[in-house]
């Protein structure tokens, strides 16, 4: 099976400009989580959907936001860009979502570098 | 909320000597404990995982520990060589459904 990908592989904004970056999950998983990664702060969660319903969120402002489609890709948006977002963006994906505290092995894409200037 | 810690946040060690890397979690809920190594401009890569039925899991050169008691796992490389040389992170599923990594560990194999 093909990995997880995700569009584009790099990109450069400036500070106020909106971004949307794309994720395909491993054929036959229905769940997608997107991560940031920054140099010292690791992994954060940022949400995870689940047949076309965000399922779960972690602590980012309103700014960021996603969505998912019926073939399972995701999108993922941040408007009104701070030089604070430049950042690894990775997307992980699961056969199954994780439910009642039981964790399913997530997947990751290359990810989205985007750099804020 | 849930935390995961992991230390140290740099290690060095001799090739063919053992790595050991460190992690507790905060939420007694946690029962599913993966790991990832991440080389330079790649994506992190499951290497092995463990869930809280189970006290020790070995693949090769990798295993993992879990004392749930205590609330900690760790990561054990043994015989290491220089393609070891990465970013290594612990990740711990909590009560609310979601995957909690630690900071991660530069673990680098000197020659």
């Known amino acids: 099976k093909a990995g997880v990908t995700q569009t584009p592989r790099y990109l450069i904004k400036t500070r106020g400009q909106q971004v949307t970056l794309s994720c395909s999950p491993i054929?036959?998983?229905?769940?997608v989580s997107w991560y940031q990664q920054t140099p010292g702060q690791g992994l954060q969660f940022l949400f995870e959907y689940f047949s076309e319903t965000q399922r779960n969120k972690g602590n980012f402002p309103g700014r960021f936001s996603g969505r998912q489609f019926s073939n399972s890709r995701s999108e993922m948006n941040v408007s009104t860009l701070e030089l604070g977002d430049s950042a690894l963006y990775l997307c992980a994906s699961s056969p199954k979502r994780t439910s009642g505290g039981i964790g399913e092995t997530q997947y990751f894409g290359p990810g989205t570098r985007l750099l804020v200037l | 909320g849930e935390n995961v810690e992991q230390h140290p946040s740099t290690l060095s060690v001799q090739e063919g000597d053992s790595a050991v890397i460190k992690c507790t979690y905060s939420?007694?809920?946690?029962?599913?404990f993966p790991w990832y190594k991440q080389e330079l401009g790649k994506r992190p890569q499951l290497i092995i995982d463990i869930r809280s039925n189970v006290g020790e899991k070995k693949d090769q050169r990798i295993a993992v520990t879990l004392n749930k008691t205590a609330k900690h796992f760790s990561l054990h490389i043994t015989e290491t060589q220089p393609e070891d040389s990465a970013v290594y992170f612990c990740?711990?599923?909590?009560?609310?459904?979601?995957?909690?990594f630690g900071k991660g560990t530069r673990l680098h194999i000197l020659p």
């Open positions: 054929s036959g998983h229905r769940s």
């Open positions: 939420d007694s809920a946690s029962n599913y």
């Open positions: 990740a711990a599923s909590s009560r609310d459904d979601k995957i909690i």
